[in-house]
C-alpha cells in the first residue's frame, strides 16, 4: 500500500474503519473536518491504492461541486505531490500511472451526465441540497464491478430535523449503514477564530449552536427569508431579467462574498452567487471578480459593504462601477423580503435556509438576525436594497 505522510483527522480513521460498510452518513457542526476527512480517505485508500475504480464526487450544480469539492482534492493532490491527469473541461481527474482510476465532478442539474453510469464510490457533499428521488438515484448508480466494497458517502450539517435525511435515512437504519457524528473539536486543523465563531452562537441563538457547534439535529424556525425557489441557473426561471446590479460583502478570515441581482417586473430579483470564498486578498478578489463578469457588466451598479473604503477604491481603480452600499439592516431586509423569488448557488441557499431573526432569553423574536453564516445574505441585501430603498410599489419597476 502506497503510505501518504500527512495528517489525518478521526474521521478519516473512522472511514477506515467502516471501509466494508456500503452506506455512510457523517453528520457533524460548522468546521469539523466531514468534506476534508472524506476527500482524504477517497485518494489515499482509494485511489492511490486501489485499481480500475470510478469515483463520483456531486452537489446540487456541476459549479457547485467544482468550487467546493474539485478544490479541495487539487490542493490535496498536489500537497501530497502525487501524479495525475486533470481533464478541466470535463472536470475528470485520471491517474497518471496503470491504475486506471478516474474521479469524476458532476452536478445534480445534468442527470445525463451520470444517470446511465455506474461507480465504486460516490460522495454526494452537502447531502440535503439533493432530494430523496436523487439520492436513491446515487445508491442505484453505486454498483460497479469491484474487488472491494461499493460505498456512498454522504456529509451534511443536521440542520432541520424534519429533513428527508433525518426522516427517511437516519431515523430508518439499516444494516448496511453507519452513521458518525462530529464537531469541530474532530478538526485538528481548526483555526480559533473560527471555534470562537462557533462559541458566540451560545449567546446568539440556542437552535443554531445545537446545530453548528454541538453537531445536533436542530428545527429551524423564524427564518428571515420565505417563499423563494431554489433554481441551478437563470434560464430555469424562463423569463430574462430587465437589469442586473451586484452586492460585495467583504471578508477574509471569512468569506468573501460577491452576488448578482436579476431584476424583474415588478421589481422581483433573484440572488445569484458569483463568489463565495475565504482567504481572498483585495486584488484576488478583483482578479476573480474580472474572471467571472464579463467587461461590459462591470460598469452595471455595485453596492458594497462600507467597512472597507480602501478595497472599494480599489475596485473602482480597476474599472468596476462601485459605490458605497445602505447597509441598513432592518429595512433592507424587509424590502428584500417582499422582492426575494429565488436563489442560485449552494453556499447562498444554505445561508438563506438557516439566515434567522434572533430571539431573547424569553424566547421573543426580534427584529435583528443572527450574525452567522450571512455574507451572501448580507452581499444580496446591499445590491438589492441600494436600488430599491426609493421604490414601495410593486406599480413602478426600479429600471
Known sequence: MLEIKTKVTRI????????????????????SSKSYSIAQYLLIDK?????????????????????????????????????????????????????RNR?????????????????????PEETPEINLEEYLELVRRCRRKT?????????????????????EI??????????????????????????????????????LYNIYRLGLWGILKHIIYVGWKAYNSISEYGKEPQDISYGIDW?????AALIK?????????????????KGLTTPQFIELAKEK??????????????????????????????????????????????HLIGIIGANLIKEAQGYKRKEDKNGNVLEEPVKFMDHGMDAGRYGTFSIGRNYTGESKNVW
Not at 62 to 69: P, T
Not at 264 to 275: A, H, L, R, S, T
Not at 310 to 331: L, M, P
Open 12 to 31: 478519516y480513521d473512522w472511514l477506515q474503519e467502516h471501509s466494508k460498510i456500503r452506506k455512510l452518513f457523517l453528520v457533524g457542526g460548522a468546521d
Open 47 to 99: 485511489f492511490f491504492n486501489e485499481t480500475n475504480k470510478k469515483i463520483l464526487i456531486i452537489r446540487k450544480t456541476r459549479v457547485d461541486c467544482k468550487e467546493s469539492c474539485l478544490e479541495v482534492i487539487l490542493d490535496l493532490l498536489e500537497e501530497y505531490n502525487y501524479p495525475y491527469l486533470f481533464n478541466k473541461s470535463d472536470s475528470i481527474i485520471s491517474s497518471a500511472d496503470n491504475r
Open 251 to 255: 471578508g477574509y478570515a471569512k468569506p
Open 103 to 123: 474521479i469524476l465532478f458532476r452536478g445534480t442539474d445534468d442527470r445525463n451526465k451520470y444517470k446511465s453510469k455506474e461507480y465504486n464510490y460516490i460522495w
Open 170 to 207: 437516519v431515523d430508518k437504519p439499516k444494516d448496511n449503514m453507519d452513521f458518525d457524528y462530529s464537531t469541530v473539536e474532530d478538526n485538528p486543523f481548526a483555526q480559533k477564530e473560527d471555534i470562537q465563531e462557533l462559541e458566540e452562537l451560545k449567546e446568539q441563538d440556542e437552535n
Open 293 to 338: 463578469i464579463p467587461e461590459e457588466e462591470r460598469q452595471k451598479e455595485f453596492y458594497a459593504g462600507t467597512d472597507e473604503p480602501g478595497s472599494i477604491q480599489q475596485f473602482y481603480d480597476e474599472g468596476f462601477n462601485i459605490h458605497k452600499a445602505i447597509t441598513d439592516v432592518r429595512d433592507g431586509i424587509n424590502w428584500s423580503k417582499a
Open 261 to 277: 441581482i436579476h431584476w424583474f417586473d415588478g421589481n422581483k430579483v433573484i440572488w445569484e452567487e458569483i463568489i463565495h470564498k
Open 147 to 167: 474487488d472491494t466494497v461499493n460505498q456512498i458517502i454522504c456529509s451534511f450539517n443536521p440542520i432541520d430535523a424534519n429533513i428527508w435525511i433525518k426522516t
